[in-house]
T-cell receptor
Framework: DGGITQSPKYLFRKEGQNVTLSCEQN?????MYWYRQDPGQGLRLIYY???????QKGDIAEGYSVSREKKESFPLTVTSAQKNPTAFYLC??????????????FGDGTRLSIL | GIQVEQSPPDLILQEGANSTLRCNFS?????LQWFHQNPWGQLINLFY???GTKQNGRLSATTVATERYSLLYISSSQTTDSGVYFC???????????FGSGTRLLVRP
């Protein structure tokens, strides 16, 4: 089935540790996005990418990094510089280049917690 | 930037009741989506509806772009409808969805 796969579902991080969240899509979508959701809140954009080897900062990019080496994959690294990383992370994708009026489709998310 | 306001913030229904959720936005948009986030956190696309009316089973949505609002109708609600309903918009020449703060729905059996 076509869709977006995020892994792992749950992730625990120690202080000072970098962790990487995986996002893979087989929808042949051009654009991919990472959002962060805090409890009781809506989603906020961290990074987005329109094409391979290109990505742009969203509203809350500090403490995060991404790469886009393949069209299907858009991993997010939460670095030790992110002081409050505990949150629910959602990856999304959409068809076509940006700006786009195509709907965004979401993965099932990764819950990151600090030990 | 564009503001997205959803109402009501919380809603409790008895199973079988109907409800209307509202989303107001402060500027012209080229994309409007309604999502349902279930208790496990999954964000499910309900409608892509920058204008007009769409129906899908017990759910329907209407967006009046000129008046900058959208409505989501839930008829004959079921306990599985519980969760948070988000409205999200994006503007022309924009790359990102702006989310409202959501309507938290609880349907009691």
């Amino acid at each position: 089935d076509g869709g977006i796969t995020q892994s792992p579902k749950y992730l625990f991080r120690k202080e000072g540790q970098n962790v990487t969240l995986s996002c893979e899509q087989n929808l042949n979508h051009d654009a991919m996005y990472w959002y962060r959701q805090d409890p009781g809140q809506g989603l906020r954009l961290i990074y987005y990418s329109q094409i391979v080897n290109d990505f742009q900062k969203g509203d809350i990019a500090e403490g995060y990094s991404v790469s886009r080496e393949k069209k299907e994959s858009f991993p997010l690294t939460v670095t030790s510089a992110q002081k409050n990383p505990t949150a629910f992370y959602l990856c999304a994708s959409s068809q076509g280049l940006l700006p786009s009026n195509q709907p965004q489709h979401f993965g099932d998310g990764t819950r990151l917690s600090i030990l | 930037g564009i503001q997205v306001e959803q109402s009501p913030p919380d809603l409790i229904l008895q199973e079988g009741a109907n409800s209307t959720l509202r989303c107001n936005f402060s500027d012209s948009v080229n994309n409007l989506q309604w999502f349902h986030q279930n208790p496990w956190g999954q964000l499910i696309n309900l409608f892509y509806i920058p204008s007009g009316t769409k129906q899908n089973g017990r759910l329907s949505a209407t967006t009046v772009a000129t008046e900058r609002y959208s409505l989501l109708y839930i008829s004959s609600s079921q306990t599985t409808d519980s969760g948070v309903y988000f409205c999200a918009v994006s503007m022309d020449s924009s790359y990102k969805l702006i989310f409202g703060s959501g309507t938290r729905l609880l349907v009691r059996p």
